[in-house]
């Protein structure tokens, strides 16, 4: 599967931004999605997964509160809705797919996106 992400940008703090990653393929229904973001210098960041039916989700500490992961799968995209946005949100945002397993640890998704910038100016 391939996944391509877009949304992200320049939004002052307090501010909302909704990141998508469209997928290709026909499978994109049996695969379990995530995103993680990874700012200059750190690596590379859980941040939220959502299983295949779209039943469970799971978030980062972090974020938890703020962000809302959701997928179409009618229209093979998953969703990251960022409110209350924060200077330290600022990353490259990533999806992800994965066959098995929604998990925090990016060793467990087998498809990745190119990634999105966001930026949140103080």
């Known amino acids: 599967v391939q996944l391509q992400a877009s949304g992200g940008g320049l939004v002052q703090a307090g501010g909302s931004l909704r990141l998508s990653c469209a997928a290709s393929?026909?499978?994109?229904?049996?695969?379990?999605l995530g995103w993680f973001r990874q700012a200059p210098g750190k690596e590379r960041e859980f941040v939220a997964s959502?299983?295949?039916?779209?039943?469970?989700?799971y978030y980062a500490d972090s974020v938890k509160g703020r962000f809302t992961i959701s997928r179409d799968n009618a229209k093979n995209t998953v969703y990251l809705q960022m409110n209350s946005l924060k200077p330290e949100d600022t990353a490259v945002y990533y999806c992800?797919?994965?066959?098995?397993?929604?998990?925090?640890?990016?060793?467990?998704?087998?498809?990745w996106g190119q990634g999105t910038q966001v930026t949140v100016s103080s």
């Open positions: 992800a797919a994965a066959s098995l397993g929604a998990g925090i640890r990016t060793s467990q998704y087998d498809y």
């Open positions: 393929g026909r499978t994109f229904s049996s695969y379990n």
């Open positions: 959502i299983r295949r039916s779209g039943g469970s989700t």
